[in-house]
Protein backbone atom coordinates (compact mmCIF):
# COMPACT_ATOMS: atom_id res chain seq x y z
CA UNK A 1 0.00 0.00 0.00
CA UNK A 2 2.64 2.11 1.03
CA UNK A 3 4.43 1.49 -2.20
CA UNK A 4 1.39 2.52 -4.69
CA UNK A 5 0.69 5.85 -2.62
CA UNK A 6 3.94 7.84 -3.88
CA UNK A 7 2.98 6.43 -7.57
CA UNK A 8 -0.84 7.57 -7.34
CA UNK A 9 0.47 11.28 -5.81
CA UNK A 10 2.81 11.53 -8.92
CA UNK A 11 -0.17 10.47 -11.32
CA UNK A 12 -2.29 13.12 -9.65
CA UNK A 13 0.73 15.28 -9.77
CA UNK A 14 1.33 14.59 -13.38
CA UNK A 15 -2.30 15.28 -14.04
CA UNK A 16 -3.12 18.43 -12.41
CA UNK A 17 0.34 19.78 -14.37
CA UNK A 18 -1.31 18.31 -17.74
CA UNK A 19 -4.41 19.87 -16.96
CA UNK A 20 -2.81 23.26 -16.37
CA UNK A 21 -1.03 22.89 -19.41
CA UNK A 22 -3.91 21.85 -21.70
CA UNK A 23 -6.20 25.10 -20.00
CA UNK A 24 -3.26 27.80 -20.77
CA UNK A 25 -3.43 25.61 -24.87
CA UNK A 26 -6.86 25.80 -24.98
CA UNK A 27 -6.83 29.65 -23.60
CA UNK A 28 -3.91 30.38 -26.09
CA UNK A 29 -6.41 29.05 -29.03
CA UNK A 30 -8.75 30.70 -27.69
CA UNK A 31 -7.54 33.98 -28.03
CA UNK A 32 -6.29 32.86 -31.60
CA UNK A 33 -9.36 31.86 -32.67
CA UNK A 34 -11.31 34.94 -31.08
CA UNK A 35 -8.86 37.05 -32.83
CA UNK A 36 -9.38 35.01 -36.31
CA UNK A 37 -12.90 35.65 -35.66
CA UNK A 38 -13.01 39.30 -34.92
CA UNK A 39 -10.69 39.33 -38.34
CA UNK A 40 -13.39 37.36 -40.14
CA UNK A 41 -16.35 39.95 -38.73
CA UNK A 42 -14.22 42.81 -39.93
CA UNK A 43 -13.50 41.35 -43.19
CA UNK A 44 -17.26 40.42 -43.77
CA UNK A 45 -18.23 44.18 -42.67
CA UNK A 46 -15.57 45.89 -45.05
CA UNK A 47 -16.64 43.59 -48.02
CA UNK A 48 -20.39 44.69 -47.22
CA UNK A 49 -22.29 41.60 -46.09
CA UNK A 50 -24.58 41.29 -43.40
CA UNK A 51 -22.70 40.32 -40.35
CA UNK A 52 -23.72 36.46 -38.90
CA UNK A 53 -23.83 34.11 -36.69
CA UNK A 54 -22.13 30.85 -36.45
CA UNK A 55 -21.97 28.75 -39.38
CA UNK A 56 -24.42 31.14 -41.15
CA UNK A 57 -21.03 33.31 -41.54
CA UNK A 58 -18.72 31.17 -43.70
CA UNK A 59 -21.44 31.97 -46.08
CA UNK A 60 -21.77 35.80 -45.65
CA UNK A 61 -17.60 35.24 -46.23
CA UNK A 62 -17.66 33.29 -49.64
CA UNK A 63 -20.18 36.11 -50.46
CA UNK A 64 -18.15 38.64 -49.61
CA UNK A 65 -15.00 36.80 -51.54
CA UNK A 66 -17.41 36.47 -54.88
CA UNK A 67 -18.12 40.24 -54.49
CA UNK A 68 -14.64 41.16 -54.43
CA UNK A 69 -14.09 38.54 -57.62
CA UNK A 70 -16.72 40.50 -59.70
CA UNK A 71 -15.59 44.24 -58.36
CA UNK A 72 -12.20 43.05 -59.32
CA UNK A 73 -13.21 41.52 -62.87
CA UNK A 74 -15.48 44.96 -63.50
CA UNK A 75 -12.31 46.75 -62.92
CA UNK A 76 -10.15 44.69 -64.90
CA UNK A 77 -12.49 45.16 -68.03
CA UNK A 78 -13.05 48.97 -67.10
CA UNK A 79 -8.92 49.20 -67.47
CA UNK A 80 -9.07 46.93 -70.55
CA UNK A 81 -11.34 49.73 -71.90
CA UNK A 82 -9.66 52.59 -71.32
CA UNK A 83 -6.58 51.09 -72.42
CA UNK A 84 -8.22 50.63 -76.02
CA UNK A 85 -9.61 53.77 -76.09
CA UNK A 86 -5.75 55.50 -75.67
CA UNK A 87 -4.34 53.10 -77.76
CA UNK A 88 -7.18 53.38 -80.80
CA UNK A 89 -7.06 57.79 -80.34
CA UNK A 90 -5.46 59.84 -82.92
CA UNK A 91 -3.23 61.77 -80.51
CA UNK A 92 -0.45 60.50 -78.43
CA UNK A 93 -0.43 59.41 -74.74
CA UNK A 94 2.33 58.68 -72.55
CA UNK A 95 2.72 58.36 -69.18
CA UNK A 96 5.79 58.02 -66.68
CA UNK A 97 6.35 56.98 -62.87
CA UNK A 98 7.41 59.19 -60.63
CA UNK A 99 11.24 58.48 -61.51
CA UNK A 100 10.32 59.94 -65.17
CA UNK A 101 10.58 55.72 -66.77
CA UNK A 102 7.77 55.42 -69.58
CA UNK A 103 4.97 53.23 -67.93
CA UNK A 104 2.26 53.00 -70.66
CA UNK A 105 2.43 54.84 -74.06
CA UNK A 106 0.49 54.45 -77.48
CA UNK A 107 0.85 53.76 -81.12
CA UNK A 108 0.32 57.31 -81.23
CA UNK A 109 3.10 58.34 -78.77
CA UNK A 110 5.40 55.69 -79.81
CA UNK A 111 7.30 57.41 -82.47
CA UNK A 112 8.75 59.95 -79.91
CA UNK A 113 10.35 57.07 -78.44
CA UNK A 114 13.80 57.04 -79.91
CA UNK A 115 12.97 58.88 -82.73
CA UNK A 116 14.94 59.93 -85.05
CA UNK A 117 14.84 63.10 -87.54
CA UNK A 118 11.87 65.57 -87.01
CA UNK A 119 10.21 63.88 -84.03
CA UNK A 120 13.65 63.70 -81.90
CA UNK A 121 12.97 67.41 -81.44
CA UNK A 122 9.73 66.83 -80.37
CA UNK A 123 10.94 63.42 -77.97
CA UNK A 124 13.41 66.19 -76.48
CA UNK A 125 10.89 68.94 -75.81
CA UNK A 126 8.35 65.78 -74.17
CA UNK A 127 11.22 64.62 -71.84
CA UNK A 128 12.00 68.22 -70.44
CA UNK A 129 8.22 68.58 -69.91
CA UNK A 130 7.52 65.59 -68.18
CA UNK A 131 10.65 66.31 -66.27
CA UNK A 132 9.23 69.81 -65.12
CA UNK A 133 5.39 68.89 -64.73
CA UNK A 134 7.10 65.80 -62.20
CA UNK A 135 8.85 68.62 -60.08
CA UNK A 136 6.74 71.32 -59.65
CA UNK A 137 3.29 68.69 -60.23
CA UNK A 138 1.94 71.50 -62.42
CA UNK A 139 0.07 71.31 -65.11
CA UNK A 140 1.95 72.73 -68.62
CA UNK A 141 0.97 73.10 -72.03
CA UNK A 142 3.59 73.94 -74.83
CA UNK A 143 3.57 73.79 -78.51
CA UNK A 144 6.39 72.17 -80.87
CA UNK A 145 7.64 72.87 -84.56
CA UNK A 146 8.18 69.63 -86.30
CA UNK A 147 9.58 69.07 -89.55
CA UNK A 148 9.76 65.62 -91.16
CA UNK A 149 9.42 66.53 -93.62
CA UNK A 150 6.58 68.74 -93.68
CA UNK A 151 5.95 71.60 -91.03
CA UNK A 152 3.88 70.41 -87.87
CA UNK A 153 2.74 72.21 -85.48
CA UNK A 154 2.73 69.44 -82.06
CA UNK A 155 0.57 70.85 -78.78
CA UNK A 156 2.03 69.41 -75.97
CA UNK A 157 -0.42 68.96 -72.27
CA UNK A 158 1.89 67.96 -69.48
CA UNK A 159 -0.02 67.02 -66.44
CA UNK A 160 0.85 65.04 -62.93
CA UNK A 161 -0.16 61.97 -61.49
CA UNK A 162 -1.02 62.11 -57.97
CA UNK A 163 -2.61 59.60 -55.24
CA UNK A 164 -3.83 61.94 -52.55
CA UNK A 165 -0.34 63.53 -51.47
CA UNK A 166 1.59 60.95 -53.23
CA UNK A 167 3.03 61.60 -56.70
CA UNK A 168 2.51 58.94 -58.94
CA UNK A 169 4.16 60.22 -61.91
CA UNK A 170 3.13 62.53 -65.15
CA UNK A 171 0.84 62.12 -68.49
CA UNK A 172 1.37 64.13 -71.76
CA UNK A 173 -0.85 64.37 -74.23
CA UNK A 174 0.92 64.91 -77.98
CA UNK A 175 -1.88 66.52 -80.19
CA UNK A 176 -1.40 67.43 -83.87
CA UNK A 177 -2.65 71.31 -84.38
CA UNK A 178 -1.54 72.06 -87.61
CA UNK A 179 -4.78 72.39 -89.22
CA UNK A 180 -6.14 74.49 -86.68
CA UNK A 181 -2.93 76.20 -86.73
CA UNK A 182 -3.03 76.85 -90.07
CA UNK A 183 -6.78 78.32 -90.30
CA UNK A 184 -5.69 80.90 -87.19
CA UNK A 185 -3.45 81.92 -89.78
CA UNK A 186 -5.76 82.10 -92.63
CA UNK A 187 -8.29 84.24 -90.65
CA UNK A 188 -5.93 86.65 -89.95
CA UNK A 189 -4.57 86.94 -92.92
CA UNK A 190 -8.44 87.42 -94.37
CA UNK A 191 -8.77 89.75 -91.28
CA UNK A 192 -5.88 91.70 -92.76
CA UNK A 193 -6.47 91.66 -96.49
CA UNK A 194 -10.19 92.75 -96.09
CA UNK A 195 -9.24 95.60 -93.77
CA UNK A 196 -6.44 96.68 -96.86
CA UNK A 197 -8.90 96.27 -99.29
CA UNK A 198 -11.84 98.40 -97.56
CA UNK A 199 -9.56 101.32 -96.41
CA UNK A 200 -8.83 101.89 -99.99
CA UNK A 201 -12.19 102.77 -101.56
CA UNK A 202 -13.14 104.18 -97.55
CA UNK A 203 -10.31 106.80 -98.01
CA UNK A 204 -11.38 107.53 -102.14
CA UNK A 205 -14.72 107.57 -100.26
CA UNK A 206 -13.96 110.39 -97.93
CA UNK A 207 -11.37 112.68 -100.34
CA UNK A 208 -14.39 112.35 -103.22
CA UNK A 209 -16.81 113.73 -100.46
CA UNK A 210 -14.77 117.00 -99.01
CA UNK A 211 -14.08 117.57 -102.76
CA UNK A 212 -17.38 117.76 -103.67
CA UNK A 213 -18.22 119.79 -101.10
CA UNK A 214 -15.79 122.36 -101.33
CA UNK A 215 -16.39 122.81 -105.30
CA UNK A 216 -18.41 124.60 -107.25
CA UNK A 217 -18.22 123.65 -110.54
CA UNK A 218 -21.03 121.61 -111.47
CA UNK A 219 -18.94 119.58 -114.04
CA UNK A 220 -15.92 118.78 -111.75
CA UNK A 221 -18.90 117.86 -108.97
CA UNK A 222 -20.58 115.24 -111.42
CA UNK A 223 -17.46 113.78 -112.48
CA UNK A 224 -16.73 113.20 -108.36
CA UNK A 225 -20.14 111.95 -107.75
CA UNK A 226 -19.12 109.02 -110.41
CA UNK A 227 -15.88 108.24 -109.05
CA UNK A 228 -17.56 108.75 -105.71
CA UNK A 229 -20.51 106.27 -106.88
CA UNK A 230 -18.04 103.70 -108.28
CA UNK A 231 -16.01 103.41 -105.01
CA UNK A 232 -19.42 102.54 -102.98
CA UNK A 233 -20.43 99.80 -105.30
CA UNK A 234 -16.37 98.54 -105.20
CA UNK A 235 -17.52 98.52 -100.99
CA UNK A 236 -20.88 96.59 -102.09
CA UNK A 237 -18.91 94.13 -104.53
CA UNK A 238 -16.37 93.32 -101.70
CA UNK A 239 -18.86 92.58 -99.16
CA UNK A 240 -21.44 90.41 -101.37
CA UNK A 241 -18.12 88.42 -102.32
CA UNK A 242 -17.12 88.40 -98.14
CA UNK A 243 -21.02 87.17 -97.56
CA UNK A 244 -20.79 84.92 -100.37
CA UNK A 245 -17.58 83.21 -99.29
CA UNK A 246 -18.96 82.51 -95.75
CA UNK A 247 -21.91 81.12 -97.14
CA UNK A 248 -20.37 78.49 -99.09
CA UNK A 249 -17.62 77.54 -96.50
CA UNK A 250 -20.49 76.42 -94.19
CA UNK A 251 -22.51 74.93 -96.82
CA UNK A 252 -23.68 71.38 -96.99
CA UNK A 253 -24.98 70.44 -100.34
CA UNK A 254 -28.34 68.51 -100.53
CA UNK A 255 -28.89 65.93 -103.32
CA UNK A 256 -31.08 68.02 -105.15
CA UNK A 257 -30.98 67.04 -108.97
CA UNK A 258 -30.49 70.52 -110.87
CA UNK A 259 -30.49 70.65 -114.78
CA UNK A 260 -26.86 72.07 -115.90
CA UNK A 261 -28.08 73.53 -118.82
CA UNK A 262 -30.41 75.83 -116.79
CA UNK A 263 -27.69 76.86 -114.97
CA UNK A 264 -25.59 77.40 -117.74
CA UNK A 265 -28.28 79.53 -120.08
CA UNK A 266 -29.67 81.60 -117.04
CA UNK A 267 -25.59 82.98 -116.49
CA UNK A 268 -24.92 83.71 -119.86
CA UNK A 269 -28.13 85.64 -120.39
CA UNK A 270 -27.11 87.15 -117.35
CA UNK A 271 -23.57 88.28 -118.36
CA UNK A 272 -24.29 88.98 -122.23
CA UNK A 273 -25.26 92.16 -121.02
CA UNK A 274 -22.04 92.73 -119.72
CA UNK A 275 -20.08 91.36 -123.05
CA UNK A 276 -22.54 93.46 -125.17
CA UNK A 277 -21.13 96.58 -123.77
CA UNK A 278 -17.83 95.05 -123.91
CA UNK A 279 -17.73 94.44 -127.51
CA UNK A 280 -17.52 90.83 -126.79
CA UNK A 281 -18.76 88.08 -128.74
CA UNK A 282 -20.11 85.14 -126.00
CA UNK A 283 -21.05 81.47 -127.73
CA UNK A 284 -22.81 78.96 -125.63
CA UNK A 285 -22.47 75.24 -127.50
CA UNK A 286 -26.08 73.67 -127.68
CA UNK A 287 -26.32 71.70 -124.09
CA UNK A 288 -27.97 68.00 -123.97
CA UNK A 289 -31.00 67.26 -122.18
CA UNK A 290 -31.43 65.58 -118.76
CA UNK A 291 -28.02 66.01 -117.24
CA UNK A 292 -27.96 67.02 -113.48
CA UNK A 293 -25.93 67.89 -110.75
CA UNK A 294 -27.13 67.96 -106.94
CA UNK A 295 -26.55 70.37 -104.58
CA UNK A 296 -27.22 74.17 -104.17
CA UNK A 297 -28.53 75.93 -107.56
CA UNK A 298 -27.79 79.73 -105.78
CA UNK A 299 -24.20 77.85 -105.74
CA UNK A 300 -23.94 76.62 -109.04
CA UNK A 301 -25.05 80.27 -110.64
CA UNK A 302 -22.83 82.15 -108.32
CA UNK A 303 -19.55 80.06 -109.35
CA UNK A 304 -20.07 79.85 -112.86
CA UNK A 305 -21.51 83.69 -113.06
CA UNK A 306 -17.93 84.54 -111.11
CA UNK A 307 -16.15 82.35 -114.28
CA UNK A 308 -17.84 83.72 -116.92
CA UNK A 309 -17.55 87.31 -115.66
CA UNK A 310 -13.73 87.10 -115.22
CA UNK A 311 -13.67 85.74 -118.88
CA UNK A 312 -15.72 88.65 -120.40
CA UNK A 313 -13.53 91.26 -118.20
CA UNK A 314 -10.14 89.99 -119.27
CA UNK A 315 -10.79 89.80 -122.33
CA UNK A 316 -12.28 92.59 -123.04
CA UNK A 317 -9.39 94.65 -121.77
CA UNK A 318 -7.58 93.51 -125.22
CA UNK A 319 -6.09 96.28 -127.53
CA UNK A 320 -6.32 94.48 -130.61
CA UNK A 321 -10.46 93.90 -131.76
CA UNK A 322 -12.82 91.89 -130.15
CA UNK A 323 -12.52 89.03 -128.09
CA UNK A 324 -14.31 85.65 -127.76
CA UNK A 325 -15.70 83.80 -124.88
CA UNK A 326 -16.69 80.37 -125.00
CA UNK A 327 -18.73 78.37 -122.62
CA UNK A 328 -19.71 74.43 -123.43
CA UNK A 329 -21.05 71.77 -120.89
CA UNK A 330 -20.33 67.65 -121.44
CA UNK A 331 -20.98 64.53 -119.38
CA UNK A 332 -19.45 61.26 -119.15
CA UNK A 333 -21.02 58.15 -116.89
CA UNK A 334 -19.67 60.16 -113.89
CA UNK A 335 -18.95 63.67 -114.70
CA UNK A 336 -20.38 66.97 -115.82
CA UNK A 337 -17.58 69.32 -117.09
CA UNK A 338 -18.32 73.18 -117.62
CA UNK A 339 -15.26 74.32 -119.61
CA UNK A 340 -15.13 78.77 -119.64
CA UNK A 341 -13.04 79.70 -122.39
CA UNK A 342 -11.63 82.95 -123.64
CA UNK A 343 -9.01 84.80 -125.77
CA UNK A 344 -7.90 87.19 -123.22
CA UNK A 345 -4.76 88.35 -121.62
CA UNK A 346 -3.84 84.63 -120.00
CA UNK A 347 -2.21 84.17 -117.01
CA UNK A 348 1.82 83.47 -116.18
CA UNK A 349 2.21 80.06 -115.19
CA UNK A 350 3.75 80.69 -111.91
CA UNK A 351 0.56 82.20 -110.54
CA UNK A 352 -1.95 79.52 -111.47
CA UNK A 353 -1.56 77.27 -108.10
CA UNK A 354 -2.71 80.95 -106.47
CA UNK A 355 -5.02 82.47 -107.94
CA UNK A 356 -7.58 80.30 -106.28
CA UNK A 357 -6.80 82.17 -102.91
CA UNK A 358 -8.71 84.61 -101.43
CA UNK A 359 -7.68 87.79 -102.63
CA UNK A 360 -5.13 86.75 -104.45
CA UNK A 361 -4.20 88.82 -108.11
CA UNK A 362 -1.78 88.61 -110.85
CA UNK A 363 -2.27 91.93 -111.40
CA UNK A 364 -3.81 93.94 -108.82
CA UNK A 365 -4.41 97.12 -110.90
CA UNK A 366 -6.21 95.75 -113.71
CA UNK A 367 -8.09 93.40 -110.86
CA UNK A 368 -9.22 96.83 -109.40
CA UNK A 369 -10.04 98.86 -112.85
CA UNK A 370 -12.22 96.10 -113.68
CA UNK A 371 -13.67 95.94 -110.12
CA UNK A 372 -12.26 92.53 -109.17
CA UNK A 373 -12.30 92.09 -105.35
CA UNK A 374 -10.03 88.90 -105.39
CA UNK A 375 -12.34 86.78 -104.21
CA UNK A 376 -14.53 85.04 -106.92
CA UNK A 377 -12.28 82.51 -107.75
CA UNK A 378 -11.78 81.96 -103.85
CA UNK A 379 -16.00 80.96 -104.56
CA UNK A 380 -15.46 78.99 -107.32
CA UNK A 381 -13.40 76.24 -105.48
CA UNK A 382 -15.39 76.26 -102.32
CA UNK A 383 -18.76 75.55 -104.42
CA UNK A 384 -16.75 72.99 -106.50
CA UNK A 385 -15.40 71.49 -103.14
CA UNK A 386 -18.68 71.41 -101.24
CA UNK A 387 -20.44 69.90 -104.58
CA UNK A 388 -17.67 66.79 -104.62
CA UNK A 389 -16.16 68.45 -107.32
CA UNK A 390 -13.20 70.12 -108.61
CA UNK A 391 -11.76 73.46 -110.74
CA UNK A 392 -8.65 73.49 -112.79
CA UNK A 393 -7.42 75.60 -115.05
CA UNK A 394 -4.81 76.11 -118.43
CA UNK A 395 -3.61 79.17 -119.73
CA UNK A 396 -1.00 80.98 -122.31
CA UNK A 397 -0.58 84.21 -121.59
CA UNK A 398 -1.57 86.71 -124.62
CA UNK A 399 -4.04 83.81 -125.54
CA UNK A 400 -6.58 83.29 -123.16
CA UNK A 401 -7.62 80.99 -120.59
CA UNK A 402 -10.03 77.93 -120.29
CA UNK A 403 -11.38 77.11 -116.69
CA UNK A 404 -13.04 73.61 -116.36
CA UNK A 405 -15.61 73.06 -113.33
CA UNK A 406 -16.12 69.55 -112.61
CA UNK A 407 -18.81 68.19 -110.60
CA UNK A 408 -20.34 64.47 -110.06
CA UNK A 409 -22.93 63.43 -112.47
CA UNK A 410 -26.36 63.24 -110.51
CA UNK A 411 -27.66 59.24 -111.27
CA UNK A 412 -30.95 59.66 -109.62
Same mark, same amino acid.
Given at each position: ?46 I ?88 T ?22 ? &? ?17 T?? %???D??R ?7 G ?21 D ?8 ? %? ?6 R ?19 ? &? ?5 N ?23 ? &?? &? ?7 ? %? ?68 RS? %? ?18 G ?24
Amino acid at each position: MRDILPNVTVLVILLAIGAGALAVACLTLWKQLRSANASVDDAIQRIGVERTKGIARSSSLTEGVDRVEAYLSRAERERAQLVGSLESANFGVMATDDAGTVTFVNPAGAKFIGATHGEAVTEVRLKELLEKVILTRNSEVIEVDSYSPMRRVLRLHGA &PLEYGVESLGAVVFIEDVTDQ %RQVDTIRRDFIANVGHELKTPLGALSVLAETIAETDDVAVRDRLAE %RLSGEANRIASLVDDILDLSQVEAFAAS &PQPIPINEVVTEVTAHVQVVADEAGIDMFTE &PL &PEGIFVSGD %RRQLVAALTNLVDNAVKYTSVKDEGFGKVRVRASADDRWVSIEVRDEGIGIPQSHLDRIFERFYRVDKARSR %RTGGTGLGLAIVRHVAINHGGEISVTSEEGKGSTFTLRLPLYKG
